[in-house]
């Protein structure tokens, strides 16, 4: 019987497992220290010496497509020669697959052969030096930490400007100031590293939180940028969740320029702030002194004082008062000044008149963005526009206002979360409210926004004011 050819290139029953050569050693001490001159680790490899630098290109191609060449993120196959005298002279040199071994031709694949053959390619050994600074945070976690605290490693973290704030579970505490100096060597921007030490909320209403600074500088002063807007804050004072700009911009997106929006529980204005910029007539509320002063400060940074009305007072009398106060800003005529843009190709140099753009009768949108209370105040919608039929629906072409109410609830795939918050609604708004399209009356529309714990979900419910709630007598 005939013998079979022998198949040419690297033998696939012997493949080497080529990640397992570039896994950073394994340091588990259990003294949690981080010691970063242990991570050097040196790998034997092999090397297509080039004669000639001007055929990296015409080799390089041919290697790559033979899956010959070394294939890994953040490390280059091409590198100087490791002879210094030939490295002096510009001589380089390709990292080749593990699989590839100096001497053992029948591990060459095509594309080397036929280099070596044309004596343009010479196979070396080579020793490839990694160091700490090739691997990612995961890579150096893993190497460090226990196998059982694996599953979870914490990686992925807020951040606020330059702080990284982390929220770490009990079993990871031991390993806190570990985890914190990965992250900032890891992440060029971050210079402070701050774990939460209570819930958001559960010693302040204006969602703050105690905390301690485990690396770097306890320095919370920052300044961030935000759909286009610039805000400045002590992250200790005010409350900012870097996860939510998905949810900010999905929420602003749906506000037309001339609309009126008012925001419950504004912060220091990731809602309101963007939609001033777009046109947006915005009264933003918040009641911690803190944010209302970084509020006011980012509503005059970023130019849009004509649009954006800040206040600080309770949510409940914020609701109660929005109809009445906008209602008179509109018979007072307030109004927003724009500078129209002279038409391309028009060289004109007489001045166009400015326009004026009003702040309508009626509010179009509410946002209430307080996920864990929020709900409790919809109950100081009811009265809201007593008295003012006539401002809406049929009389106009005017809807009522839509609410946008964060929340939180189960995390689930069935209808639980949905029942649950339709539930909710309906007791305190104190009208039936079922899911569906938030346009008909008494439906509520339900987004899921973000996981926020292993069994819990932030939610954002919107709906239009039912006209038996907006129209009944004022409580």
């Known amino acids: 019987m005939a013998s079979q050819d022998k198949k040419e290139g690297p033998d696939n029953s012997e493949e080497t497992n080529i990640m397992s050569l570039f896994r950073p050693p394994i340091l588990r001490s259990g003294a949690a220290a981080l010691n970063r001159a242990l991570f050097t680790k040196k790998v034997d490899l092999a090397a297509a010496a080039l004669k000639d630098p001007r055929l990296i290109s015409q080799y390089r191609k041919s290697l790559a497509a033979h899956k010959e060449l070394l294939a890994l993120e953040r490390i280059s196959p ?9 490295e002096k002279l510009g001589h380089k040199c390709f990292l080749l697959n593990p699989d590839v071994k100096p001497g053992v031709p029948e591990t060459w694949g095509p594309g080397l052969k036929e280099g070596v053959q044309k004596e343009d390619l010479t196979v070396i050994p080579y020793e490839l030096e990694i160091d700490y600074d090739y691997w990612t945070a995961r890579d150096i976690l893993e190497s460090i930490l226990p196998e059982e605290l694996h599953d979870e ?23 806190k100031k570990l985890v914190a100096e990965v992250l900032i060597d890891k992440n060029q921007h971050i210079k402070t590293v701050i774990n939460k030490v209570d819930n958001v909320g559960s010693e302040s209403e204006f969602r703050t939180f105690k905390y ?67 046109g947006v007539f915005v009264w933003a ?30 949510g409940h ?18 109004h ?68 946008h109410v964060h929340c939180f609830s189960f995390k689930a795939q069935d209808e639980t979360p949905i029942n649950d918050i339709c539930e909710r609604v309906t007791k305190y708004l104190g009208h039936p409210m079922k899911p569906g399209d938030p346009d008909n009356e008494g439906e509520v529309s339900i987004h899921n926004v973000r996981n926020v714990a292993p069994a819990k979900s932030m939610y954002c419910a919107s709906f239009r004011i039912p006209r038996e709630v907006a129209f009944a007598e004022k409580p």
Request: aromatic content about 10%; overall charge neutral.
């Open 78 to 86: 091409i590198r100087p020669h490791p002879d210094p005298a030939l």
């Open 212 to 278: 301690e600074v485990l690396a770097g500088e306890d320095d919370l002063q920052v300044s961030v940028n935000h759909h286009g807007c610039s805000f400045d804050f002590d992250y200790s004072k005010v409350y900012w969740n870097s996860k939510l700009e998905t949810e900010h911009f999905r929420i602003a997106s749906m506000f037309n320029p001339g609309e009126v929006v008012c925001d419950v529980m504004a912060g220091i204005g990731p809602f309101a702030v963007p939609s001033g910029k777009k």
């Open 317 to 334: 009398d914020f609701i109660r008062q929005s109809a009445d106060v906008v209602l008179e800003a509109h018979r007072q005529k307030k």
């Open 285 to 314: 509320n918040d009641k911690n002194p803190e944010s209302f002063k970084c509020l006011d400060a980012a509503i005059k940074k970023n130019k849009v004082s004509q649009y954006v009305t800040p206040s600080c007072s309770d």
């Open 153 to 175: 490693i914490p990686t992925g973290f807020n951040t606020a400007g330059h702080i990284a704030h982390l929220n770490l579970r009990d079993e990871y505490l031991d390993y």
């Open 336 to 403: 927003a000044v724009i500078q129209p843009k002279r038409p391309k190709g028009d060289k004109s140099k007489t001045p166009l008149p400015n326009q004026h753009v009003y702040v309508p009768a009626t509010i179009s949108h509410f946002v209430m963005n307080l996920p864990a209370i929020a709900i409790e105040f919809l109950g100081s919608y009811r009265g809201i526009y007593h008295g003012q039929e006539s401002l809406f629906e049929p009389a106009t072409d005017k809807k009522l206002p839509m609410v």
